[in-house]
Nanobody, 128 residues
Framework: QVQLVESGGGLVQAGGSLRLSCVVS????????MGWFRQAPGKERELVAS????????YYGDSVKGRFTISRDNAKNTVYLQMNSLEPEDTAVYYC?????????????????????WGQGTQVTVSS
């Protein structure tokens, strides 16, 4: 059974930092790429960051470039999202997701439809 379990969300003041973690089980991790997406009320789900599991290529949404960093620990089957310089606009539910390792491209790894497995989500709230 595939499970993606996120942790690390919470309430933080603007300018602060959080680190999200996603532990993956039930997948052969080297065959899956990982991503973080977010969804705010009334908005579509959007890419935050994604990573090609084998090559380590990373892709970021425009609004988080230079502030957020995605990384992974293959041995622990865990993917992380380090979020710095948080802004109120970053407030959303953050989801961890896994995509079959098919293409290494922004087009593929920025599209929520490419990701077939999702976690339950963790709330991030940034106060002004």
């Amino acid at each position: 059974q595939v499970q993606l379990v996120e942790s690390g969300g919470g309430l933080v003041q603007a300018g602060g930092s959080l680190r999200l973690s996603c532990v993956v089980s039930g997948l052969t991790s080297r065959n899956y790429d990982m991503g973080w997406f977010r969804q705010a009320p009334g908005k579509e789900r959007e890419l935050v960051a994604s990573i090609h599991w084998t090559w380590g290529s990373t892709y970021y949404g425009d609004s988080v470039k230079g502030r957020f960093t995605i990384s992974r620990d293959n041995a622990k089957n865990t993917v992380y999202l380090q979020m710095n310089s948080l802004e109120p606009e970053d407030t959303a539910v953050y989801y961890c997701a896994a995509a079959r390792n098919v293409y290494n491209s922004y087009t593929y790894l920025s599209n929520p439809a490419s990701f077939g497995n999702w976690g339950q989500g963790t709330q991030v709230t940034v106060s002004s």
